[in-house]
């Protein structure tokens, strides 16, 4: 079964770091595209950063650039996102997302990808 597993939220005072990690498995190929996104309750799910596997083109949201990084493992069955100057509005779900038909593309919806991880719960206080 095709599986992703997060790791790495937790707690933290405004200002801090944090790094999410994800692994990707279960599937015969690479996924195309990873992502990371985030979700309010009562909100739709945005996406906070976006990566192309093939050719490492990324997407952040304007609420994160300059302070959030995703970035790839060596066997690129992994993302990572590092969070760093943490604000309160950080705080919420994050969820890690695999699209296996965006080999060409870098997409930002939710509906571009096609597995999801349980999330990992970030809080900035």
């Known amino acids: 079964d095709v599986q992703l597993v997060e790791s790495g939220g937790g707690s933290v005072q405004a200002g801090g770091s944090l790094r999410l990690s994800c692994a990707f498995s279960?599937?015969?190929?690479?996924?195309?595209?990873m992502g990371w996104f985030r979700q309010v309750p009562g909100k739709e799910r945005e996406g906070v950063a976006t990566?192309?596997?093939?050719?490492?083109?990324?997407y952040y949201a304007d609420s994160v650039k300059g302070r959030f990084t995703i970035s790839l493992g060596n066997a690129k069955s992994t993302v990572y996102l590092q969070m760093n100057s943490l604000k309160p509005e950080d705080t919420t779900m994050y969820y890690c997302?695999?699209?296996?038909?965006?080999?060409?593309?870098?997409?930002?919806?939710?509906?571009?990808?096609?597995?999801w991880g349980q999330g990992t719960q970030v809080t900035v206080s």
């Open positions: 279960g599937y015969t190929y690479s996924a195309h595209c």
């Open positions: 990566i192309n596997v093939r050719y490492g083109s990324t």
């Open positions: 997302a695999a699209g296996i038909n965006c080999l060409n593309t870098l997409p930002r919806a939710p509906a571009d990808f096609d597995y």
